[in-house]
């Protein structure tokens, strides 16, 4: 199993920012990639952006050249740096774990953290 802790979540006004981290532990042998993930009230989960264990990253086009992703491969931790933000970026951010394997398990699966509230609003 992989546990997912995120942090960083609060309250913000527009243009301001905010930074998010999330570490997995457990008896992780390799993740593929990590990512974050958001859903507004009323509104479907969406992508924000994901970092492979490579760095090869995506981002949703609304968050590019306001959000960066990183990751810390060493601590299985990643990074989400969220500048200039806006009141449509408030949503619940989850953090997954994309083809997360664990020692004794021969099969690779997906995981995803409790949430963590994101509110842009003056």
């Known amino acids: 199993q992989v546990q997912l802790v995120e942090s960083g979540g609060g309250l913000v006004q527009p243009g301001g920012s905010l930074r998010l981290s999330c570490a997995a532990s457990g008896s992780i042998i390799s993740i593929y990639a990590m990512g974050w993930y958001r859903q507004a009230p009323g509104k479907q989960r969406e992508l924000v952006a994901t970092?492979?264990?490579?760095?090869?990253?995506n981002y949703r086009d609304s968050v590019k050249g306001r959000f960066t992703i990183s990751r810390d491969n060493a601590k299985n931790t990643v990074y989400l740096q969220m500048n200039s933000l806006k009141p449509v970026d408030t949503a619940v951010y989850y953090c997954?774990?994309?083809?997360?394997?664990?020692?004794?398990?021969?099969?690779?699966?997906?995981?995803w953290g409790q949430g963590t509230q994101v509110t842009v609003s003056s």
């Open positions: 970092i492979t264990s490579g760095g090869s990253t």
């Open positions: 997954n774990a994309d083809r997360a394997r664990v020692v004794g398990s021969g099969i690779s699966r997906d995981y």
